[in-house]
């Protein structure tokens, strides 16, 4: 089968690679019909996460069953049209009974544990993301083996498109688990760091659980502008931390968002000086944006955290979460708990996904596509591939 495949620091190329087997009871070997490149990509791609052996990248498809196993029952069948959640989980151990879907226990044998470390005792595994997260070659390809296949893919309705339903796989559970850690119920302003597409789903979001103002900051104006025409929300052109939270903090009567969400992670756009900061501190990336919503957030206020962070930082500033009294929520989204709602979300028709779609490739180009959206050319806020 062809293939999207990871041989180094900006190096992806479409190779012909094995077709994948079933090696499980509980598998099932799906046939992309879409397939999208998701921002944590970019990470492996920048080399920032380290991989050293090739890898099929990718965590966002979904199909058509052409096979499963013996263990998988009657949860589907061949020809089911599916999306698949993009961690790995087995449904039956402790974190998975307590919807915590990231930290299973059975799905990356080889790197789990309890500590998190940088290279050590990760969580559970997910789809196409180094050998750290489990291994398993992701879904930028044709075909794709589904470990666990009676517990994560979900059914898609006929009525629905690949592109109305493609983003259930990781982007949309993610920006509502970001609204979900916030405790939005109502009434709430929300300012959401990141114009890309977790963020434009996050601010979808909000307004699904009620949120009275959702701010966009970026510092981009054609995602601001993509944003703001996919989710009517007001927006802010981030030109330094400071002036971001005194705007903030002037639209918020003068005690910052109720709930400040960080889309962006430890890649943000630096400057000469964050640079050298990062290399004098041995850090990787900058916490420049988290820092920056624990400014703009108010007392007593919630920071959801959905961007990437991989290695500590110094100087981290505990003392301003400790004088606000904020409360920080992160990790990986528990997809697997609110894919079934969102689901029926979007079959109501009370939330549109594909509206971020700028550019639409076939498989063979998928090059060209990390290219573009590496260095956000041609105005590209989200590449959806079609093996």
Not at 2 to 21: E, F
Not at 26 to 51: E, F, K, M, W
Not at 303 to 321: A, C, E, K, R, T
């Amino acid at each position: 089968m062809k293939a999207l495949v990871y041989h180094g620091m900006k190096d992806v190329r479409v190779d012909t690679v094995d077709d994948p087997k079933i090696e499980d009871a509980r598998d099932a070997i799906i046939r992309v019909t879409s397939t999208a490149i998701c921002g944590s990509d970019l990470h492996i791609y920048n080399g920032s996460i380290p991989q050293p052996r090739p890898m099929v990248l990718g965590h966002e498809f979904m199909g058509i069953v052409e096979e499963v196993g013996k263990g998988v029952g009657g949860k589907l069948k061949v020809g089911d049209r599916v999306v698949v959640p993009f961690p790995i989980a087995c449904g039956t151990c402790y974190f998975c009974n307590h919807q915590l879907p990231g930290h299973c226990e059975n799905s990356n044998p080889e790197h789990y544990g309890p500590e998190g470390g940088l290279m050590t005792e990760k969580g559970g595994a997910l789809f196409g993301y180094t050998d750290i997260y489990g291994g398993y070659n992701g879904g930028q390809a044709e075909y794709v083996r589904v470990p666990y296949a009676d517990f994560g893919p979900r059914v898609i309705p006929d009525s629905l498109t690949d592109e109305q339903a493609l983003f259930l796989t990781d982007i949309f559970p993610t920006g509502y688990s970001g609204i979900e850690w916030g405790e939005v119920k109502g009434g709430e302003i929300v300012a959401i760091f990141g114009a890309g597409p977790v963020g434009v789903m996050a601010a979808k979001s909000a307004w699904l659980r009620g949120a009275a103002r959702v701010i966009i900051i970026d510092t981009l104006q054609y995602r601001l502008d993509k944003a703001k025409a996919s989710t009517y929300s007001e927006t802010i052109r981030w030109e330094d931390a400071k002036s971001t939270v005194e705007q903030i903090r002037d639209m918020s009567g003068g005690r910052g968002a109720d709930v400040c969400v960080e889309c962006v992670g430890f890649e943000p756009d630096r400057d000469l000086l964050d640079r050298a900061k990062a290399v004098l501190n041995f850090e990787k990336g900058s916490p420049k944006v988290l820092e920056a919503c624990m400014s703009a957030v108010r007392r007593g206020g919630i920071v959801s955290v959905l961007g990437v962070y991989s290695s500590p930082f110094d100087n981290f500033p505990i003392h301003q979460f400790f004088d606000k009294g904020i409360t920080i929520r992160g990790g990986q989204a528990p997809a697997q708990k609110h894919i079934d709602k969102l689901l029926q979300y979007v079959i109501e028709g009370k939330v549109v996904l594909d509206d971020i779609i700028t550019h639409r490739m076939p498989l063979a180009e998928a090059a060209h596509g990390y290219d573009i959206f590496r260095n956000k050319k041609d105005n590209c806020v989200k590449v959806v591939l079609k093996p």
